[in-house]
């Protein structure tokens, strides 16, 4: 019985370890993320796209973040660069809008991957779409 208790413990240990150890490095990489630059590449010519406004919610984001634009290299279209000035605007609120605005450039509309669902929500498919719903708000499942 002692040697149990005592092998408890030390797993209790560990695991709190563990959980201080995970804490830190998620906080390091939100640290990062909100100092990273986000870039995508649209297929429209760079002189289209500086002389007009950007469409979308990457203009709603406003004095949030600091856009700039530059040509793609071997001519495929035109980059768009995002970063976010101060914490007012998320890394999963920037690539949505970034997502956003490159469908409004590209396409001319806002295209989701999914209408409506074809089958009724359940408990077996919940995981699912909680999943599928935190996939639209970060661009990462």
């Known amino acids: ?6 092998v408890l413990i030390m797993t209790g240990a560990a695991t709190a370890v563990a959980a201080t150890v995970v804490s830190k490095r998620r906080a390091r990489s939100r640290a990062r993320d909100a100092a990273r630059r986000h870039v995508i590449t649209v297929f429209r010519p760079f002189d289209e796209l500086a002389a ?15 856009v700039s634009l530059s040509a793609a290299p071997g001519g495929r279209g035109t980059e768009i660069a995002v970063a ?25 509309d806002v295209l ?7 089958t009724e929500p359940t408990p077996l498919n919940r995981p699912l779409r909680a999943v599928t719903r935190h996939g639209r708000e970060g661009g990462l499942l």
């Open 1 to 6: 019985m002692r040697r149990t208790g005592n």
């Open 52 to 66: 007009e406004q950007m469409p979308g919610s990457l203009t709603e984001l406003g004095d949030a973040v600091k």
């Open 84 to 108: 976010a000035v101060g914490d007012s605007a998320s890394p999963a609120r920037i690539r949505r809008a970034l997502r956003e605005t490159r469908s409004l450039l590209e396409a001319g």
């Open 112 to 118: 989701l991957p999914a209408g409506p669902p074809t």
